[in-house]
């Protein structure tokens, strides 16, 4: 099992920066991927980016495209997401996510494991 932990969410104003940390602890020598997903009140879980453990390749939501970006520190065990340039409509709780299989890296379905998520909130 893995186990995951979210940090950095936060209030900021519009056009500004956050950086969200989420540590994972347990058996994450077979993870193959992390990812974080978002959902604002009322809507679905929406993907905004993921990232391969073992090669590190990312993927991102078009609406993330340019602002944010996912990494990695394989020896920290810990994924972060860089956001910057943050609209208002980027507010939402942030859910990281790990998984042990390879699959669509868009689907909630296809992560095993969820943090508590953190709340970001930008006002305009």
């Known amino acids: 099992q893995v186990q995951l932990v979210e940090s950095g969410g936060g209030l900021v104003q519009a056009g500004g920066s956050l950086r969200l940390s989420c540590a994972a602890s347990g058996r994450t020598f077979s993870m193959n991927a992390m990812g974080w997903f978002r959902q604002a009140p009322g809507e679905e879980r929406d993907f905004v980016a993921a990232?391969?453990?073992?090669?590190?390749?990312?993927y991102y939501a078009d609406s993330v495209k340019g602002r944010f970006s996912i990494s990695r520190d394989n020896a920290k065990n810990t994924v972060y997401l860089q956001m910057n340039s943050l609209k208002p409509e980027d507010t939402a709780v942030y859910y990281c996510a790990a998984r042990y299989y390879s699959g669509r890296y868009t689907s909630t379905h296809e992560y095993d494991y969820w943090g508590q998520g953190t709340q970001v909130t930008v006002s305009s």
């Open positions: 990232i391969s453990w073992s090669g590190g390749g990312t």
